[in-house]
């Protein structure tokens, strides 16, 4: 049976003043996860949202969180992330001196593990911790921001970490893709390999749901 193929809005675009709205809007359109954003103004430029927010979009979600920690030394608040209500909590390989014990603390709290890769990051980073992964992130875009434009090279990346994954026998681990995705380019990135897709200005600059809805339809058929 194929495997249905998700897509996980990122609430940076969401109106953080009326965040509970959208939450409860992305869950009508069928949204499968919430992709949280967590940027420290330190491995990013830019400063998001923490521990506090994501324990408050928890208690007013019924779909899976989806956490992206984009901030140095992520091992300090593993667990708190979890505690939070992280469903998914992935780890940047560039911030994780100790990346294998790590993952090993996001699965020992029972919260599927992931890892996330910048633009110029080899895949050959991930081939020693492959057993411990979930998930790996493939960052479209340079990390920071919203809004930024796709670069084709990850095209070529998801199809050689699709080809890695089966090689070694992971079949579980999901590839999720971040950054410039929209609607003309969508089925691209999905039939490239990717099984999550992350969208924030390409949901949320339109008219959301008719979106989601539209973006299903592309990559699942």
Known sequence: MKKEKKISPSLLSADFCNLSRDIHMLESAGADLLHIDVMDGHFVPNITIGIPVVEAIKKNS????DVHLM????????????????????????????LHRTLQHVRSLGCK?????????????IEEVLEEIDLVLIMSVNPGFGG?????????????LKQMIMEKGYNHIEIEVDGGIK???????????????????????GKPIETIAEMKKIING
């Not at 019924?62 to 969180?65: A, W």
């Not at 901030?71 to 505690?83: G, N």
């Not at 609607?183 to 600059?205: K, M, P, R, T």
Request: aromatic letters at 6%; proline letters at 5%.
């Open 62 to 65: 019924s779909i899976p969180c």
């Open 71 to 98: 901030i140095e030394k992520p091992e300090r608040y593993v667990e708190s992330f979890v505690k939070a209500g992280a469903d998914y909590l992935t780890v940047h390989a560039e911030a994780c001196t100790h």
């Open 113 to 125: 593990s992931g890892v996330a890769l910048n633009p110029h990051t080899s895949l050959s980073v």
């Open 148 to 160: 930024q434009s796709f670069i084709p090279n990850t095209l070529n990346k998801i199809k050689r």
């Open 183 to 205: 609607l003309n380019n969508i089925q691209e990135v999905a039939e490239a390999g990717a099984d999550i897709i992350v969208s924030g200005s390409g949901i949320f600059n």
